[in-house]
């Protein structure tokens, strides 16, 4: 039996890998902060850690048995620069090192961001060759972190995936998109360009993952040699509107507004945010960094690489993938569904009133 670690697993990615992982026959164990939410873990029964990236001796005590890792810890949004250093960057440098300690290292999977790869031109996906441009300082701390694993690639069998905007159930930072869309029947797009973004569902991401550590090719310890890095992705690149007209549809909203907000709009907020972050001391999705990232264009790549060494593709559609995340969404209560939506809900499901 396969005896798989992750890290991260008490997040919105990591819930559902484990419970992939799981279903596969795999005994899992999970490094886990004290004070982490468990609850979507505990049906899945895993062995639970308790440490934290930031604590070398608590990732070595994990990795007892382990003949593969799972390495999802990381933050999107934080108050200080600093953090991203600490746990996207460093945080993989102690995993890595860890591994690398072991008499037969694991197969180490680094979960990285498209932002560490930086924006596409708006007629070319991003590929795993082209040259690195994060805009953002967290995508330079995933970038950070990439190399940091590759300090070690000579010792730990890594591989390295980059996904793009993930999507799903349990996802809080997609959801404000779908209530906006339910609720007010609008979509607000930045810009006035029609910029065009790559997105994954999470179960399909989930594959990609246990894909890669299977069957995908390793990293090696030159920053310009591409071999070993995975973008993992829907092969629909809509642009942003579209995407909010696709949420609109699975809302029984066939007709919602996209609200164009000029960059400089996005700007005034992201601002706004920050200073009422800083004063309640909790971090928003809409900061000046992620301003960074909304204003740059299209963020788009392609999972040609990734199909062509392992296989992958997207099981559903992407309209499929939103009309399910929308479903759960009203089902465990987030948002109210619309009332265009009863129809919907109706032909999914028969028996509702």
Known sequence: ?????????????????????TRRGYEVSCLVREH???????????????????????????????????HLAGITKCLHTR??????????ANVSKC???????????????????????????????????????????KLAGERAAMQFATKVPTTIVRPPIV???????????????????????????????????????SKALMLAASQGQRISTNPDDSTGIYF?????????????????????????????????????????????????RHPNILNLDKAREATAGSWTCSSEALNRDTGFVPDQPLYQRLAQTTQWYVEQGWFEAPRQMQPLLKERHPTVS
């Not at 932002?115 to 040259?131: K, L, V």
């Not at 997609?174 to 790559?198: I, N, Y």
Request: hydrophobic share 40%; proline share 7%; charged share 20%.
């Open 1 to 21: 039996m396969t005896h798989a670690l992750v890290t991260g697993a008490s997040g919105f990615i990591g819930a559902h890998l484990v419970r992939d992982l």
């Open 36 to 70: 982490s939410d468990r609850s979507r873990l505990a049906p899945y029964s895993p062995h639970f850690v308790i440490g934290d990236v930031t604590d070398p001796t608590s990732i070595a005590s994990a990795l007892d048995g382990i003949d593969e890792v799972y």
């Open 83 to 92: 953090n991203y250093t600490r746990i996207n960057e460093q945080g993989v």
């Open 99 to 141: 591994c690398a300690e072991r008499d037969q290292p694991p197969v180490l999977v680094v979960v990285s961001s498209l932002a560490a790869a930086g924006p596409s031109s708006e007629s070319r996906p991003r590929t795993e060759s082209d040259t690195p441009n994060p805009v953002s300082n967290y995508g330079r701390s």
């Open 167 to 205: 999507l799903g159930p349990g996802d809080r930072d997609g959801l404000e998109m779908f209530k906006t869309v339910a609720k007010f029947g609008f979509h607000l797009a930045p810009g006035f360009h029609d910029d065009r973004v790559s997105v994954i569902h999470v179960e399909d991401l």
């Open 232 to 280: 993992a992705a829907d092969s629909e690149n809509p642009t942003y509107a579209e995407l909010g007209r696709m949420i609109g549809r699975t809302l029984g909203r066939y007709r919602a507004w996209v609200i164009r907000s000029p960059k400089p709009a996005v700007w005034c907020i992201a601002a706004f945010n920050e200073l009422v972050s800083q004063i309640v």
